[in-house]
């Protein structure tokens, strides 16, 4: 069972920032790709952003120029950073690791992110 273990998250004004970051395990040595979901209760699922390892990302436009991802290929770790958090942020959010050659992915446990008005 591979297991992500997420951190950061909690509760952040609007206009502040929060940082996640996911570690995935360093034995994962094939090509992949990390990056977060969020979903809201009641709604679709969204991806966030994503990274491979040759450091190209891609972000939702919801969170364009608001939130960056980086990962450190050497330990197999991600971070997201948001910045000027809106109310709509307000999510749970979890990051995964997906094996580019076997499509799987897996999964961290999911982190909450308030942002108040």
């Known amino acids: 069972q591979v297991q992500l273990v997420e951190s950061g998250g909690g509760l952040a004004q609007a206009g502040g920032s929060l940082t996640l970051s996911c570690a995935a395990p360093?034995?994962?040595?094939?090509?992949?790709?990390l990056g977060w979901y969020r979903q809201v209760p009641g709604k679709q699922r969204e991806s966030v952003a994503f990274?491979?390892?040759?450091?190209?990302?891609v972000l939702a436009d919801s969170v364009k120029g608001r939130f960056t991802i980086s990962r450190d290929n050497g330990k197999n770790t991600a971070t997201l950073q948001m910045n000027s958090l809106k109310p709509d942020d307000t999510a749970i959010y979890s990051c995964?690791?997906?094996?580019?050659?076997?499509?799987?992915?897996?999964w961290g446990q999911g982190t909450q992110v308030t942002v108040s008005s």
């Open positions: 995964y690791i997906e094996i580019k050659r076997t499509g799987v992915r897996y």
């Open positions: 360093e034995s994962i040595v094939d090509d992949n790709v």
């Open positions: 990274i491979t390892r040759d450091q190209r990302s």
